[in-house]
């Protein structure tokens, strides 16, 4: 950015360590002069909030189900707080949560990333109308709803080494009418949307970006 004319900065903060976001948001202050838009992109899965076929349903691994939602939830509603403020002291701006289409459907296995995303999703809608009430239209939450990209995390769940994909890889694929996973990149268009004036009459969506995985019935 900085290379082509631009101007950036890369801090790094725990999304759940209020101090350490606040020490952040500080420095961009001081860079910026103000903070107009904010993207909660923390989140993400854990071993142990994972139930494999072979374990009970009712044994499942509390702790780690517990870790995963409050990273998801609180790794959003913290940020926020923190730089929500800062917008609020601006005057305008725009927050995108970022949310998965697990909020949605149920997803086997991952029942802990599942709840962290609907809590997402809710806390998404109750804020934006709090904001709504509060700011008028000068500030704005939505949520994105990614389908399923191909990342490091998830590459060996979903393919193969030779490129092929493993069973559960196969099912998505069935179920997503565009017939591919999504490319990281192709979340940029929404996201910029999002956060621009473009969608300056938009608040309290969830909008999904998933090769139409979250609609179709299968049939």
Same mark, same amino acid.
Request: overall charge neutral; glycine content about 12%.
């Given at each position: 950015? +900085?290379?082509?004319?631009?101007?950036?900065? /890369?801090?790094?903060?725990?999304?759940?360590?209020?101090?350490?976001?606040?020490?952040?948001?500080?420095?961009?202050?001081?860079?910026? !002069?103000?903070?107009?838009? =904010?993207?909660?992109? /923390?989140? !993400?899965?854990?071993?142990?909030?994972?139930?494999?076929?072979?374990? %009970?349903?009712?044994?499942?691994?509390?702790?780690?189900?517990?870790?995963?939602?409050? =990273?998801?939830?609180?790794?959003?509603? $913290?940020?926020?707080? $923190?730089?929500?403020?800062? #917008? /609020?002291?601006?005057?305008?701006?725009?927050?995108? @949560?970022?949310?998965?289409? +697990?909020?949605?459907?149920?997803?086997?296995?991952?029942?802990?990333? +599942?709840?962290?995303?609907? *809590?997402?999703?809710?806390?998404?809608?109750?804020?934006?109308?709090?904001? *709504?009430?509060?700011?008028?239209?000068?500030?704005?939450?939505?949520? =994105?709803?990614? !389908?399923?990209? &191909?990342?490091?995390?998830?590459? @060996? =769940? &979903?393919?193969?080494?030779?490129? !092929?994909?493993?069973?559960?890889?196969? %099912?998505? #694929?069935?179920?997503?009418?565009?017939?591919?996973?999504?490319?990281?990149?192709?979340?940029?268009? /929404?996201?910029?949307? &999002?956060?621009?004036?473009? %969608?300056?009459?938009?608040?309290?969506?969830? $909008?999904?970006?998933?090769?139409?995985?979250?609609?179709?019935?299968?049939?």
């Amino acid at each position: 950015i +900085n290379k082509n004319g631009g101007k950036a900065i /890369a801090l790094i903060a725990d999304a759940m360590d209020e101090e350490q976001l606040i020490a952040a948001r500080e420095k961009i202050i001081a860079a910026f !002069g103000k903070i107009d838009g =904010l993207v909660n992109a /923390a989140g !993400g899965n854990m071993p142990d909030g994972v139930l494999q076929p072979e374990e %009970s349903v009712f044994k499942m691994k509390m702790d780690g189900m517990k870790k995963v939602l409050d =990273l998801n939830l609180w790794g959003t509603l $913290i940020p926020t707080q $923190i730089f929500g403020e800062a #917008i /609020a002291e601006t005057g305008r701006g725009s927050i995108v @949560n970022i949310s998965s289409m +697990n909020s949605k459907k149920a997803v086997t296995k991952v029942l802990g990333y +599942n709840m962290g995303k609907a *809590a997402v999703d809710c806390y998404t809608q109750w804020f934006a109308v709090e904001l *709504a009430n509060r700011y008028g239209d000068k500030i704005r939450m939505n949520a =994105l709803a990614p !389908g399923f990209f &191909l990342t490091e995390q998830n590459r @060996n =769940l &979903l393919t193969t080494p030779d490129g !092929g994909f493993t069973p559960r890889g196969q %099912s998505v #694929i069935k179920q997503t009418p565009f017939k591919r996973f999504g490319d990281p990149d192709e979340l940029k268009g /929404a996201l910029v949307w &999002l956060l621009s004036d473009a %969608s300056q009459f938009v608040t309290g969506a969830m $909008i999904c970006v998933d090769g139409g995985f979250s609609i179709f019935s299968g049939v």
